[in-house]
């Protein structure tokens, strides 16, 4: 059982940090019933965002770029944390334009269209940060190893999952206990009703899209001392989104994080035992819970089970 426990820390962590990315995921689909397939690519972009605010040797060649770089890397982290997010929240409200024409038509068009948005960041992530991988920094004191029970854990993954736990609480807040939130909310459940009642849908829409991209661009930060950072990341993480909230129940906050935690839970413990099954987990897992109650663990019932 001890030797299990650094792969249930790896899972709760996964699977703390995949809520914050489904919750973004699954604000979108409720308010605009939109599968946004661009979301990984902007889980990405927030994450080169952050890259380029903590700077690397191409960012010296400046006046301002020297003494930027001078600052503590603490300084210059917490900075990236709060421009990575606005720049990823600005840039899914540009694909919310883009997306207004596809309103009222089939689905198959927003589908496409954030296709293409998806691939087109993606190529402007090659373009601008290159194709290789790349790192990351993190603050010292967040960063390296300590020992604990005479096993080694990480000190970055107790940080990332003690900041996912803090977001997530911090939307729940916002959602529930503001009026903003209660817009929301409401959206999800019948947006034309919101419209009635006098709130403007198209603006509801655009802020929407960009909080649901700023919590990708966030939860990108967050991951990418984790799990590495490439220009093709997005991909890594738009599946297990989509997964988390058939499984959680469409619309459903705390289906999320509860599908997030299991799906995270199964990969992490699946690969202390069976590496190779460790991403098909999550998989066998969604055939499990779909199998047993179609619309996720705690979706809303449906009129067909009437």
């Known amino acids: 059982m001890i030797e299990l426990l650094p792969h249930i820390v790896n899972g709760l962590t996964l699977g703390l940090l995949f809520a914050l990315i489904a919750l973004g995921f699954t604000l979108i689909v409720g ?125 970055y993954k107790f940080f990332a999952a003690a900041f996912a736990l803090a977001a997530i609480a911090l939307v729940w807040v916002f959602l529930e206990r503001t009026p903003y939130g209660a817009i929301i909310k409401a959206g999800s459940h019948d947006s034309e009703m919101v419209r009635a009642l006098g709130y403007d849908l198209s603006k509801l829409r655009l802020l929407v899209f960009g909080f649901g991209a700023a919590l990708a661009g966030l939860a990108g930060i967050i991951l990418a001392p984790i799990w590495g950072l490439r220009p093709h990341i997005g991909l890594d993480v738009v599946i297990p989104a989509f997964l988390i909230i058939v499984i959680g129940g469409v619309g459903s906050f705390w289906g999320a994080v509860l599908a997030a935690l299991l799906v995270g839970m199964s990969v992490g413990i699946t690969g202390a035992y069976a590496p190779a099954w460790s991403m098909m987990s999550m998989y066998l897992l969604l055939i499990a819970v779909v199998g047993f109650r179609a619309r996720g663990l705690l979706g809303r019932k449906s009129a067909l089970e009437n």
């Open 31 to 155: 308010v605009m019933e939109v599968i946004n397939l661009a979301h990984g690519s902007l889980f990405a972009l927030g994450a080169y965002f952050a890259l380029a605010t903590i700077g690397g040797d191409w960012f010296a060649s400046t006046e301002f770029g020297i003494w930027w770089l001078g600052l503590p890397i603490g300084t210059r982290y917490a900075t990236a944390l709060a421009v990575g997010p606005l720049l990823a929240a600005a840039s899914g409200m540009a694909i919310e334009l883009c997306l207004r024409p596809t309103y009222g038509k089939a689905p198959l068009y927003g589908l496409l269209l954030t296709f293409g948005a998806a691939l087109v960041v993606e190529e402007v992530i090659r373009l601008v940060w290159g194709t290789g991988e790349q790192n990351l920094s993190v603050p010292q004191a967040i960063n390296g190893a300590f020992l604990m029970g005479g096993l080694i854990f990480s000190k």
